[in-house]
């Protein structure tokens, strides 16, 4: 799908809408809905053609929709008014290594930065990438991923269940059932399947209605063939009585918004083993601002610390 050209986003665009523009058009973004992202970016790159998180966000759209030669031009542009820029360079290299590496060179002198990176496992760890090519369909970028496969590993040697409330179309369900395979454990599956609940506009940047590009009977024919997943369509906490006598080794949480996270909280920690792991997706995401404070407010008065990643995720490692 071709959005527009980077000499079109360049051209006579109307005036910056409101600060929070970037957060907007990061929202739609990661609600699917590129359409809408577009014309924001356009009109922020008007206001400051040298805005590095605009051009970071155009090139991750780009990626998005597998346009990688536009997305290497706008890394490329970053890279010059950035040079260590870290989101530039992994969109290059993810280019280099997956897509198609000829567009790096496309629209500009040959790359000339050296950047030294740490090791990129989740991209050689023949596993973890085995078990990624089969899944499409995740609004959960390959790093965080890799963090939620580790998690599961780590949980393996544990006692207690898993439970994962935000599945959308399932992509990190099937992480976590493909990690646990011929384990037994049981791995819980908790969202509406119809989409975002209502939404708080003083907390949240996502509306209700979001995500519901998806269903109960899709999301199970994704996760066909997994062993030992139970589904809970319907708003959570009110499915949670199924699951109210059990313990768990990992909660994955990733709902986005500020309610939604905060009664995750509630239920899920007094119910955690002792170094059990609540792992929350989207606390340092600007599009899910309520999650952070939903964590941050919870955690205010337990012996635990959020612990932040790089990745954007936060864990908590239960006493
Ligand atoms: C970002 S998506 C989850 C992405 C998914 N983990 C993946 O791999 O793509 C967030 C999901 O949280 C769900 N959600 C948010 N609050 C919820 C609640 N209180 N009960 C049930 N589902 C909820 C939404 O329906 C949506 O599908």
Known sequence: ????????????????????????????????????????????????????????????????????????????????????????????????????????????????????????????????????????????????????YQFALEALQSEGEMAEIGVYRGGTARLLAKACEGSGKKIHLFDTFEGMPSTDPSKDAHRQGDFSDTSLASVQKNLAGCENVFFYPGYFPATSPPIEESVFSLAHIDVDIYRSVLDCCRFFYPRMMPGGKMVFDDYGYETCPGAKLAVDEFFRDTPERPFYLPSGQCFVTKR
Do not use: K
């Not at 071709?2 to 523009?21: G, M, T, V």
């Not at 759209?61 to 890394?75: K, M, N, P, R, S």
């Not at 290059?92 to 500009?108: D, F, K, V």
């Not at 899944?135 to 890799?146: F, G, H, M």
């Open 1 to 148: 799908m071709e959005l527009y050209s980077p000499s079109e986003i360049l051209a006579d665009s109307p005036a910056a809408p409101p600060a929070d523009s970037l957060a907007a058009a990061l929202a739609c973004v990661s609600a699917g809905r590129y359409d809408e992202a577009v014309p924001i970016y356009r009109r922020l790159l008007a206001a400051d053609p040298n805005n590095i998180d605009v051009l970071v966000g155009l090139g991750e759209l780009c990626l998005l929709v597998h346009d990688d030669a536009t997305a290497a031009i706008f890394f490329r542009r970053v890279i010059t008014l950035d040079h260590s820029n870290m989101p530039a360079s992994r969109g290059l290299a993810r280019i280099a290594s997956e897509g198609n590496p000829g567009a790096i060179q496309g629209g500009g002198p040959p790359l000339q930065v050296r950047v030294i990176r740490p090791m990129p496992l989740w991209d050689t760890d023949e596993r973890f990438v085995g078990i990624m090519r089969e899944i499409t369909y995740s609004l959960v970028d390959r790093t965080r991923c890799y963090m939620l």
